[in-house]
């Protein structure tokens, strides 16, 4: 399920600081309870919980169901 144009593969940055490093969207499981989404740093070994709204999309999974 996709939700605020998320979808887990998607490589994300945030909205308001350029030059961020990337993340990868992990999980989108929590969006429509707790308005977050998990993330991984392409630089971190560690998850993290973050608001949807303060990020952008770079890069879309190229697995998405639409595109196929």
Not at 2 to 30: M, N, R, W, Y
Not at 41 to 64: G, I, L
Request: aromatic share 8%; glycine share 4%.
């Amino acid at each position: 399920m996709q939700h605020h144009g998320f979808q887990v593969g998607d490589l994300v940055t945030p909205k308001d600081h350029p030059g961020a490093p990337l993340a990868i969207v992990i999980s989108t499981e929590c969006v429509s309870s707790f308005n977050r989404m998990q993330i991984q740093f392409v630089t971190s070994d560690r998850p993290e919980m973050v608001y949807p709204k303060h990020w952008k999309v770079v890069s879309r999974n190229e697995n998405r169901p639409e595109d196929r």
